[in-house]
């Protein structure tokens, strides 16, 4: 088993295998059964090239295979940073056949973070675009060798002379077979964050398919699906609630675009008669405004799954008047549980709330500040276990002494209130994170960067209200000396700092408020910048 791996205790994992939950096999094989069962139906679309179940399993088993030439093999991590396209699918996949794991990084990463999970995960390989939306990553790429000594290999989606291009590792000899197991580690996911550096999230490939299984019972995925996927497709969200790996669980049809943009989403709901899409509720905002003048015949479209941060009553009250489909609200974690109100619940709670556990095995406790459990319908800290909510970060003991309690349940961050019948709202949060329209940013890691410029006394990063985001960054800073902001925000780009880090707003401060501690109180801070932006 992979090394700095926190295994189940012994007996819930019997207790989740014999409620069918784990049935023992990878996401390979699932590929492997799709293309047996249904050869020639279109699994994915993207630009104007499709692959059928046979073909996409042919693909990727080739890439395998020229993976597999070059050394990578079984719990080898690789750092997958690919935007939306048909290769991203082929690269998963052939990993997972391989039981390589892949590190979920997004396009939107530079520096910082690349190079920080090629070292934190020794990855033997980095896979990247050659350039995407006029940012150069073989020159990040080139970058990232200095300091990453076990990453051997370098391969781009695209023409490169410097490293190995993935289109010349197609090979026509077959792979040779690779056991991969449902107890094994498929891929290592990113956290949000609540410290300096994101934490890597290892997911099995039981307790993956299982929440695949449930997701596409509850959102009703089909061999008719037809899913758009907008959303940067290495999250969890789009991945797997039900995302395209659910649709390829369930045979249907994943349609690939790299921008939830709606001047391209919405020609491809009407050409390519899309049933579902999922969606961060800023890109519901715009497509509710775009669709006040768009032409498009969006009549196709079933359901819109909304999640990765809280949808506002007023928007979510829009959506199925404007687009005529069902509003599914989730709420969900890269580190487990995942809440989804149902297709036929009332429109009172698909409005209200965010759901209710995919599983009745879920555990969930709303507790206190002392852990104790708190009255329905009350606010409190959510903590979570169950089949398949990890029991640890990956290489993390002292950071899982914080985040899990000792009999193993989940400190998700989140307030929330549960009702009656097990539906939560979720109310705030607990976290020293901001959450920017559904991507998460650790206040900590922001302020790390800005603390190492020396005009920089003291920083404190906060989220600040916007109407459209959500929340946006804003950093407090106490200055030793003359620095304007333009300066400050360009030394964190040229730190490496993925853009949606940096901070949209920065306010000069003499001291911070404190708390009767004698910490700085965040809490004070945000309540200040509220006022002045006024939302
Ligand atoms: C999803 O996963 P992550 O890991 O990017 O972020 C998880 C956090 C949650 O702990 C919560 O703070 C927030 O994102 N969140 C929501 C929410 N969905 C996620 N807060 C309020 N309302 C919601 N609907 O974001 C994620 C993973 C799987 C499915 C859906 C979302």
Known sequence: MLEGFTLWPEERAAFYRQQGCWEGYSLGEMLRRQAVKRPHTIAVTAYGQSYTYEQLLARSEKLAAGFQQLGIEKEDRVVVQLPNTMVYVETVFALFLLGALPVFALPSHRYNEISYFCQFAEAKAYIAPTIYQGFDYEQLAKQVQQVAPTVEHIMLAGDTDEFTSLNTLYREEAMQAVEVTGSD????????????LSKLIPRTHDEYIYTLKRSVEICDVTADTRFLVVLPVAHNYPM??????????????????????????FPLIEQQKITMVALVPPVVIQWLYAAKYRQENLSSLEVMLVGGAKLSVEVAKEVMPTF??????????????????????SEERIIYTQGKPLSTLDEVKVVDEDDQEVPVNTEGFLLTRGPYTIQGYYKAPEHNQKSFTSDGFYRTGDLVRVDEAGYITVTGRDKDQVNRGGEKIAAEEVENHLLAHEAVFDVAVVAMPDRFLGEKICAFIIKNKEVDKKELLQFLEARGLATYKIPDRIEWLDAFPETALGKVSKKELRLLIEEKVGV
């Open 185 to 196: 580690v498929a891929f290592l996911q990113l956290s949000g964050g609540t410290t300096g």
């Open 240 to 265: 797997s609630s039900p995302g395209i790996l659910g649709v390829f669980y369930a045979g249907g049809t994943v349609v690939m675009c790299d921008t939830p943009s709606a001047d391209e989403a």
């Open 324 to 345: 005529g489909c069902t509003l599914q609200q989730v709420f969900g974690m890269a580190e487990g549980l995942v809440n989804y109100t149902r297709l036929d619940d």
